[in-house]
Nanobody, 127 residues
Framework: QVQLVESGGGLVQAGGSLRLSCAAS????????MGWFRQAPGKDREFVAT????????YYADSMKGRFTISRDNAKNTVYLQMNVLKPEDTAVYYC????????????????????WGPGTQVTVSS
C-alpha cells in the first residue's frame, strides 16, 4: 500500500506559477512510476505528466509541454509538479497517482492504469 498526499495548490493569477508536491508513505517511492492528473468540474480526469521510478523518462500532455515539469526526489519520497505560465483553463483539482514499475511505460497516460491516488489539491487560475 502507498499513501499519497498532494499539497501546494491555491489561487494564482494567469501567467503565474505554482509548485505541487506529492508526499508518499508506506512503500519506497522508487518502486513506482508516478503521474499527475487533473479534473475540472464536469470533465473527465485528464493526464498531465508522468515520470518513471528512476526518473529516466517522463511524458507530458501536449498542452502542458514547455509549461509544466514533473520531477521526483526518491530520497524524500516526494514527487513535484512545477507549473509555469498558468492559464485559467488549468483550473482543476490536481491528483498524483502511483503505479508499479512492473507495468512498464505502456498505458501510463491512462488514469485506470494507476493503483494508488491522493485526495487531490485544488488549483484555481484567475484571469
Amino acid at each position: 500500500q502507498v499513501q499519497l498526499v498532494e499539497s501546494g495548490g491555491g489561487l494564482v493569477q494567469a501567467g503565474g506559477s505554482l509548485r505541487l508536491s506529492c508526499a508518499a508513505s508506506g512503500r519506497t517511492l522508487s518502486s513506482y512510476r508516478m503521474g499527475w492528473f487533473r479534473q475540472a468540474p464536469g470533465k473527465d480526469r485528464e493526464f498531465v505528466a508522468t515520470i518513471s521510478g528512476s526518473a529516466n523518462n517522463e511524458y507530458y500532455a501536449d498542452s502542458m509541454k514547455g509549461r509544466f515539469t514533473i520531477s521526483r526526489d526518491n530520497a524524500k519520497n516526494t514527487v513535484y509538479l512545477q507549473m509555469n505560465v498558468l492559464k485559467p483553463e488549468d483550473t482543476a483539482v490536481y491528483y498524483c497517482a502511483a503505479r508499479s514499475n512492473f507495468k512498464g511505460d505502456a498505458g501510463s497516460v491512462y488514469p485506470g492504469s494507476y493503483d494508488y491516488w491522493g485526495p487531490g489539491t485544488q488549483v484555481t487560475v484567475s484571469s
